[in-house]
């Protein structure tokens, strides 16, 4: 009953990864459909979600902690209001990533899930990183974009992860003592980055 939480530099194949990892272990794999699965516990649209999460800031700090507690849950669980906030998003990320993580099996990627899981008995927390440059190559050899566009895209997520890690008060995201596992993608390719993954879970 594993989960497997993957942060990455925008570029480096997180998403690839994860979906790989995922499908050889038979797990679930978490990116986008958590936004959706806000969208559906707060009875509103995933669009509204998606601009909400673009936006959140602070009050992720308050949130984010080593396990969320059950008044949390109750109170999120129960809540019909139909519309959402910051704070009520942030809410509903925490719950949803720790249900998640709760019935096991599942590759999370991104959203804070190595702040949120830190303390969660059989989360497995992994780091992907690479260089600029290869990052670029990445995205134009796995995505439709240019040399150009690649470049732009990246600059962008950089800093849109920068400044978000910034105003949730965590400075240490890429300190590799918050995670079991960095994996330098510069140094090699998909399948042993997958390999070395997958040797995390026995161990859990």
């Keep these: 009953m594993a989960v497997i939480t993957i942060s990455r530099q925008f570029g480096a194949g997180g998403k690839t990864v994860g979906k790989m990892v995922a499908d050889r272990l038979g ?4 990116d986008d ?10 009875n509103v649209s995933p669009h509204w979600v998606e601009s909400i999460e673009k936006e959140a800031g602070g009050k992720l700090s308050r949130v984010v902690s080593s396990m969320v507690s059950k008044r949390l849950v109750d109170r999120i669980l129960k809540d019909e209001r139909g519309y959402m906030d910051e704070r009520l998003y942030l ?10 993580a709760e019935e096991g099996n599942a590759v999370i990627l991104g959203r804070g899930s190595q702040y949120i899981l830190h303390d969660h008995p059989d989360a497995c927390h992994v780091l992907l990183i690479n260089d600029f440059n290869n990052r670029v190559k990445f995205m134009t050899e796995h995505y439709d974009f240019s040399e150009s566009q690649a470049a732009k895209v990246v600059n962008r997520e950089d800093k849109r992860r920068l400044n ?13 003592v918050l995670y079991h596992l960095v994996v330098n993608m510069a140094k090699m390719d998909l399948q ?13």
């Design 27 to 30: 797990y679930t794999f978490a």
């Design 33 to 42: 459909g958590i936004i959706q699965m806000v969208a559906e516990a707060a």
């Design 91 to 100: 809410d509903y990320l925490v719950v949803i990533i720790a249900q998640i």
């Design 164 to 176: 978000l890690y910034r105003k949730i008060g965590k400075t240490d995201y890429d300190n590799p």
């Design 192 to 204: 042993t980055a997958v390999r070395l993954m997958l040797n995390l879970v026995p161990s859990k």
